[in-house]
């Protein structure tokens, strides 16, 4: 299958953060590697599918902000990725909502690739 690795540090990056299986500095170094409008696609998909009434957002969103609070840098590519032009595209045609995490990032890494 096309574009694996990349895939699959999307996943590794997720997974991180939604259920906690990376610590913070193993998380940021993925991000670190991962191409900026990714890791903005993969911020703003965990900020709309956790919601501050999902009963989970505390967790993830708390993960998140220490990622972003003890490794400043990933907050700076993740806001260097959202100017790609991608990012517009999904943003106008796509909602962030609508698709579960594998289907989200089969969705961007295909086209960040492509």
């Known amino acids: 299958m096309a574009f694996e690795h990349e895939k699959q540090t999307a ?3 997720l997974s991180g953060l939604q259920d906690a ?15 900026p409008a990714l ?6 998909w965990l900020r709309a599918r956790y919601p501050s009434h999902h009963p ?7 993960r ?11 907050a700076k590519r993740a806001h260097k ?9 999904f943003e106008e045609g796509h909602s962030y909502r609508d698709y579960t ?7 961007v890494v ?3 690739e492509s």
């Open 110 to 112: 295909d086209k960040l």
């Open 39 to 44: 890791v903005y696609f993969l911020f703003a």
């Open 81 to 89: 990725g959202q100017a790609d032009s991608i990012v517009a595209w």
């Open 21 to 35: 299986r990376l610590t913070t500095s193993q998380t940021a170094s993925l991000v670190a590697e991962a191409d």
């Open 11 to 13: 996943q590794r990056i």
């Open 101 to 107: 995490g594998a289907a989200f990032i089969e969705l």
């Open 56 to 62: 989970d957002s505390d967790g993830v969103l708390g």
């Open 64 to 74: 998140l902000g220490a990622l972003c609070t003890e490794f400043p840098s990933a």
